[in-house]
């Protein structure tokens, strides 16, 4: 009778590692997929206040998503029926009977995206507040491109000392922007010099991106409301310099400056009247030079943070 042979790996753990090189890859895969699919926001000043960020101080900002602030690039479509959740960590204190306040914004200031949405703090959760979008709003063209931030005033009171504290944000039935994230707030000692653009002059239209050929002048102004913290707005005005640059002046005194980098422009300050001025706006023509390309312009009080606006130069 003949037995069978039996043939036995003399190499086991050649066999048992065979596996890990697909494993790995299949690691690598999953991560890469989370990783490009993963939600980031970033939580600025509101442009027109300066205590928002502010210890001790009630808690407005702009939640900024990931999406670029150029209005040819979309931001983001979202459903009827999205639920958006901002949890704020247990250092800030709770006004429960403080009603929120939010605005969802295409990105430019003084431009409410107009759908209708609900916000409220969760009954369940009162650090948590919550938006539910009744009406799609679509990303669609230059002057519609979707969200891209979201102007949140809450009833929360921002930590009584300064530091970063992460707030928790959970969008849900959202298409392409759900998922979590979070965000920081840098929350500052004390409220700090504010300024940025100001379209309300202009019905909410966005004085930011605009194209222009070389040697022509911005179809728009360029109007900037200053916010002096603790300060009652004085007389504001620009003066030019030798360089090209601007320099913000508070009743003759020098509280900023108003530069470029890119292809070069010409900045010239265009006169208000005194209730303007003493209102903190200022304006400002752009005239571009004879390179194509971008130009930006940044503006930026002493102390605060610096507000960016940009010129397309067309051949």
Not at 19 to 28: D, E, K, M, N, S
Not at 36 to 48: C, E, F, G, N, R
Not at 71 to 100: C, D, E, I, N, W
Request: glycine share 8%.
């Amino acid at each position: 009778m003949t037995l069978p042979v039996v043939v036995r790996n003399q190499f086991p753990q050649v066999r048992s590692y065979l596996w890990l090189p697909y494993a790995l890859f299949f690691v690598f895969l999953l991560n890469t997929t989370n990783t490009a699919l993963a939600i980031t926001a970033s939580v600025t000043y509101q442009p027109m206040v300066s205590n928002g960020l502010a210890a001790g101080q009630p808690f407005e900002a702009w939640i900024l998503l990931d999406r670029s602030l150029e209005p040819t690039q979309s931001g983001y479509a979202v459903p009827s029926g999205t639920t958006m959740r901002f949890k704020f960590p247990k250092s800030f204190r709770v006004l429960p009977h403080v009603k929120p306040e939010a605005v969802l914004l295409y990105g430019w200031p003084q431009k409410a995206i107009p759908i209708k949405f609900d916000v409220a703090l969760d009954p369940q959760d009162p650090r948590t507040v919550v938006i539910t979008v009744l009406q799609p709003l679509e990303a669609k063209s230059p002057d519609k491109p979707g969200l891209k931030a979201i102007h949140l005033r809450t009833g929360e009171v921002n930590p009584p000392l300064e530091g970063k504290y992460p707030i928790e944000i959970e969008f849900t039935n959202a298409g392409e922007l759900s998922g979590k994230t979070r965000a920081i707030a840098s929350i500052t000692r004390d409220p700090v010099p504010n300024i940025a653009a100001y379209n309300q002059l202009h019905e909410g239209r966005n004085e930011d991106w605009q194209h222009v050929k070389h040697g022509e002048t911005t179809l728009l102004p360029l109007d900037l409301l200053i916010t002096l913290p603790q300060t009652s707005r004085s007389s504001v005005s620009l003066h030019p310099t030798e360089n090209g640059v601007l320099e913000i002046l508070s009743d003759e005194r020098l509280i900023g400056t108003i530069t470029t980098k890119g292809v070069q422009v010409i900045l010239k300050p265009e006169g208000f009247g005194p209730g303007f001025a003493r209102l903190g706006i200022v304006r400002f023509r752009v005239t571009a030079g004879a390179t194509p390309g971008i130009a930006e312009i940044k503006a930026q009080l002493t102390g605060g943070p610096a507000y960016s606006l940009h010129l397309v130069v067309e051949p």
